[in-house]
């Protein structure tokens, strides 16, 4: 039985079947119509979601298979305080496979530790987010072809956005990658999630300009500043608006750029850019649902 709560659970190789196996879906939608037929699985989300709880939800119903679950802690016995060990043993009686997010970092490995059948990590607290890291890799992979060569510019709240941990842990795997990191002074990448960089030798630069260093980049991953992981609002106010990406700044940018958003965004990318080919936001979207299968089938052991 295996648990995906850090993208490393994944090895290289792995990671690249799952990106296939999701193209192979994109392609021949109805041969993994009945894949999941009789297969439950479970969504518990303590905190608030659209996407990474819908796209799973979604994915079972397009394989076949069932969804229960909640979508807020308050539905749950954990409103009467129960743990989220219980929680996942009882769970594990209902489900053949679970979601869980989670405000607090390192829940999914609680649940990991308590469950009987395979559990994905959908995100906990500030730290990690390994399923939309394979929204993300299907996303550059559809749109760019490759992985290699490319410089990767991202951009925003990289102290608390879980999707951008993620992602640099899974990319540094990959050769001849290069990462400009921009953001605020404040909400600078933690050095625990830059240290396989240094490790690796991955090259990076680390700036508070975005417009200088435009021109340089193949993708633009763009995120929101994490207003419920700040310690004090004022600081929020102060940081949110620190990156608004228009088509003015634009003009800077490469003609092929990339420009990514794991959503949901708030200000940081101008509505004037949704139109612009350039904008790849909703694809990513899409290869969310279509990535989730892929994970789903793998953890199950379904063979399409
Ligand atoms: C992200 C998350 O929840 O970490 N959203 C998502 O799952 N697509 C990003 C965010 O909330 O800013």
Redesign the pocket.
């Known amino acids: 039985m295996r648990h995906i709560i850090s993208i490393t659970d994944l090895s290289l190789e792995e990671i690249n079947e799952l990106i296939k196996s999701a193209q192979d879906i994109i392609a021949n939608p109805d041969r993994y119509k009945e894949s999941c037929r009789d297969r439950k699985l479970a969504t518990l989300f303590y905190?608030p979601?659209t996407?990474?709880r819908l796209s799973f939800e979604a994915a079972m119903y397009e394989l076949g298979g069932r969804v229960i679950g909640f979508s807020e802690a308050s539905s749950s016995s954990a409103a009467k305080g129960e743990s989220v060990a219980d929680t996942i043993r009882t769970v594990s009686c209902f489900a053949d496979i679970i979601t869980i997010?989670h405000p607090k970092e390192g829940a999914p490995t609680v649940a990991a530790n308590h469950a009987t059948v395979p559990i994905i990590n959908?995100?906990d607290g500030g730290h990690n987010?390994p399923t939309?890291t394979l929204a993300d890799l299907l996303t550059i992979k559809n749109e760019k072809g490759r992985f290699e060569g490319l410089t990767i510019g991202l951009c925003g709240d990289l102290k608390f956005?879980?999707?951008v941990h993620s992602l640099i842990t899974a990319l540094c795997r990959y050769p001849d990658i290069r990462f400009v990191l921009i953001s605020p002074e404040e909400l600078k990448v933690p050095s625990y999630v830059k240290l396989p960089l240094k490790e690796g030798k991955v090259p990076y630069t680390q700036t508070t300009d975005l417009v200088r260093v435009l021109p340089e980049l193949d993708i633009l991953y763009m995120?929101?500043v994490?207003r419920e992981r700040f310690f004090n609002e004022d600081d929020y106010v102060r940081l949110k608006d620190s990156y608004i990406l228009t088509l003015e700044k634009l003009e800077y940018a490469k003609t092929d750029l990339s420009i990514m958003h794991?959503?949901?965004r708030v200000n940081e990318i101008s509505m004037a850019i949704d139109s612009d080919p350039r904008a790849c936001y909703f694809r990513q979207v899409m290869n969310?649902k279509y990535i989730r299968m892929a994970l789903i089938l793998k953890l199950l052991e379904v063979q399409a």
Do not use: I, K, M
């Open positions: 905190e979601s996407r990474t997010r959908a995100g987010h939309q956005g879980r999707t995120t929101r994490q794991p959503l949901p969310g």
